[in-house]
């Protein structure tokens, strides 16, 4: 029944690695998103998109790039992660269309550790 | 600029009600969420307002007002499963969601 998959639960990378997070839906959902959860903080948006090849900036771009190869897939890359970003990764899509009752469908998460 | 405000943390009682609050300053509105967050796991949905008033869904009710910015959760006959983290998200005029910190709710028995 799992419907968004993250690849991985838990990172650990060390500074100035590259990083890859991925992400799978098999919904046939158009739209997909990648946030940050900190604690104390609401999710805070990275990038989306909303069909192959398309990406947009969220709220925090910096330091993050993304790819959608195909419409299930959309990965996350850090090009040099820095400690800063030890965060919480949440994967989400929703289908095509905007709308405000579109909901959406969360992925377990990425817990990523920078040391 | 945009926020919205819930509370941090709230305790409650096994079989009682809890009412969580949000409040939200929003460049315009196109609908309010509140998704259930446990402790290592996805965010799931719980409900969508976009009109005034109360919507019920089983134990859970969610309520809106526009006028005055504010919504609420409310859980009634409250489970040990209910501790969880609940966010409020509110959707902007440009279709954007802003999220809330989220509320962590401990159940005790």
């Known amino acids: 029944d799992v419907k968004v998959t993250q690849s991985s639960r838990y990172l650990v990378k060390r500074t100035g690695e590259k990083v890859f997070l991925e992400c799978v839906q098999d919904?046939?959902?158009?739209?997909m998103f990648w946030y940050r959860q900190d604690p104390g903080l609401g999710l805070r948006l990275i990038y989306f998109s909303y069909d192959v090849k398309m990406k947009e900036k969220g709220d925090i771009p910096e330091g993050y790039s993304v790819s959608r190869e195909k419409k299930e897939r959309f990965s996350l890359i850090l090009e040099s992660a820095s400690t800063n970003q030890t965060s919480m990764y949440l994967c989400a899509s929703t289908p095509s269309g905007v709308s405000g009752a579109n909901v959406l469908t969360f992925g377990a998460g990425s817990r990523l550790t920078v040391l | 600029g945009q926020n919205i405000d819930q509370p941090t943390e709230m305790t409650a009682t096994e079989g009682a009600i809890v009412q969580i609050n949000c409040t939200y300053q929003?460049?315009?509105?196109?609908?309010l969420f509140w998704y259930q967050q446990h402790a290592g796991e996805a965010p799931t949905f719980l409900s969508y307002n976009v009109l005034d008033g109360l919507e019920e869904k089983g134990r859970f009710s969610s309520f809106l007002s526009r006028s005055k910015g504010y919504s609420y959760l409310l859980l009634k006959e409250l489970q040990m499963k209910d501790s969880a983290s609940y966010l409020c998200?509110?959707?902007?005029?440009?279709?954007?969601?802003?999220w809330g910190a989220g509320t962590k709710l401990i159940i005790k028995p």
């Open positions: 919904m046939d959902h158009e739209n």
């Open positions: 929003t460049s315009g509105f196109n609908g």
């Open positions: 998200a509110v959707m902007d005029s440009n279709y954007q969601l802003i």
